[in-house]
Every structure is written in C-alpha cells, then in structure tokens.
C-alpha cells in the first residue's frame, strides 16, 4: 500500500474531537510533569550543589529546597561537604558492621612498599578526608578522586622508603602517618583539589608472606639480644654503685682515721712542748708533778701493794715471790699511799 492510499482513506475516516482532546490533555500533563521534575531540587543536610547554567557555574545552594530553570538550562550537582570520605588502601571493605570483612586479593601492587634499608613490607592505610570547597573539588582537578590515591600512593612510598623497616612496623608507624598526613595535605592545597586531609591511619604493616618466618626469627634475636642486654645493665646498675659507695666510705674512713692521728699528734706535740716549757721554768716541781701524776694512773691498776721505807736493806726476804699470801704487817699497807 502506498503512501497516496494510506493517506487517502486516513481523510475520509470520520475524525472525533474528544481523541484530540484527550492527546493535548497528556501532552500538558506531561509537560507539567518534566517542568516541575526539573524547576526544583533538594539539597541533603550534608550535602552542597553546585549550580550550572548552560554548563557555566553561577551559584552554590545551601541545604533545602531550590528552584532553578527546567528544561535543562540549569543542572545542579551535588557534593557531600559534611561527610567523612575514606580512600583505603592494599585492601577493600567488604562489609562494614561489627564484623568488618575486609579483602586484599588484587590490591598488593598498592601495599607492597621497599624502605630505606632495602627490606620489603607491606603497608595498607587509610586516608580519610572531606570535601571543603565543592567547586575546587568538581572544576580544578579532572578525576579528583583517581588524583588522591595516586597522591597518597607516591607520599606513602617516599616516606616509607626514607625509613628503616623496623621504625615503620613498630615505633615509627604513629610518625610515618603524620608524615603523610603533613605532605598530602600540602600537595592538596598546591593541586586545589578542595579536600581536607583529617587522618591517615595504618591499618595493617607487615613484612611480605614469603618472608615472615625469617622476620620473625630476626626479631626474636633482636629482642634476646635487648633482654641480655637490660639484664647485664641491671647487673651493672647493682654492682657498680655499690663497689663505688664501698670504695668512697673506706676513703672516708681512711681520711678521717689519718684526720684523728695528725690531730692527736699535734696534740701531743703541743702538750709535750708545754710540759717542756713549764719543766725548764721549775724542773723539779715538774718532776715531782709528773712522778705523781704517772702513778695515779699506774697503781689503780696493780692488785697489790707494798710501800717500802727508802732506808731498809734486805727486802728480799719480805716478799712472798712462793704466792701465798703474807700476814698484814705494819709496813704493809692494801692501798694507796
């Protein structure tokens, strides 16, 4: 059939008014539909939106309702400002809940990182930042978010690879996160992404599978070798103050005791130089005084005593030199004289 026929019989088919009615009724509808689809948008209470006229930005929309131009003369896009985003890296989040599971098959090439000293270890972190200028972050950089893992990535191999292996698996981890906060937040600002760095966290540091007996061998040793070494320290801090306080008290004993002999020396040699000066002015009152003074302290101390006349001879057979004891005389005195 051709088009001359179709259109033929279409003209002598009798037309009804309501079928037209009815048509014009949807199209208004529908077009009533797509003017108040796209006359307003919501904007989240986390959320900011950018707004572009013929794709020109010309204004940012706060959180609630707004009005723009429909028919697509205006689009709004929207940007999480008040969230909390987190960029991981060596591993994804599975399911987040109270029993997290995580994967790490396909993303070693992100975790596998050399240090300083030439060893291997895997390193997986965590970048959480937020969105603090929505039109640096959708207009400045193309792909923003591909632009910050390749920003982290590079940061965390040049700080890694300026570190001994042990400082980045044990004490150095809390500065290696610093580090690379410090520097990605720079290259941030230098890029104009409009992203705040809030934290970057390691999650998990070890030495690579194939290694970990070995590693773990070498720490062992490691730590043997520091409890030999805190023990012999301990030893030392015990012995050594000790032997040192002994060895200074005897050196003050020594000096004290060589204090007291110069001092009793020179007073004996004063006394002795007074007792001679005070003998050469009356030598035999002098000797008298010493004679008397040598035997107060002599005779206290001898048992018995017999006091003899100067002028009898013949003493000899007076003494009892046998030990038994001889009748009390009147020569023979039990005290002093």
Known sequence: MTDEVFEEIRSRMPRNPFTGNVFRSILIVLLAIILLSTSFYTVDPEEAALVLRFGKYVRTADPGLHFKIPFGVETALKVPVQRQLKAEFGFRTLRAGVKSQFTTRGYTGESNMLTGDLNAAVVEWVVQY????????????????????????????????????????????????????????????????????????????????????????????????????????????????????????????????????????????????????????????????????????????????IVVDDEINGILPLLNLSGTPLPVSGTEKGGDR
């Open 130 to 305: 937020r969105i603090v200028d929505p039109y640096k972050y959708l207009f400045r950089v193309r792909n923003v978010d591909e632009t910050l893992r390749d920003m982290s990535e590079a940061v965390m191999r040049s700080v890694v690879g300026d570190r001994l292996v042990n400082e980045v698996l044990t004490i150095g981890r809390a500065e290696v996160a610093s580090e690379v906060d410090k520097r990605l937040q720079e290259l941030c600002e230098q890029y104009e992404t409009g992203i705040k760095i809030e934290q970057v966290v390691l999650q998990d540091v070890n030495p690579p599978d194939p290694v970990k007996p070995s590693f773990n061998e070498v720490n062992q040793a490691q730590q043997e070798r520091e409890r030999l070494i805190n023990v012999a320290q301990s030893e030392y801090n015990k012995v050594i103050p000790r032997a040192k306080g002994e060895a200074q008290q005897t050196i003050q004993e020594a000096e004290g005791y060589a204090l007291d002999r110069v001092n009793r020396a020179e007073g004996d040699a004063s006394r002795f130089t007074a007792l001679f000066e005070e003998y050469r002015k009356a030598p035999d009152v002098t000797r008298t005084r010493i004679y008397l003074e040598t035997m107060n302290r002599v005779l206290p101390k001898v048992q018995r005593k």
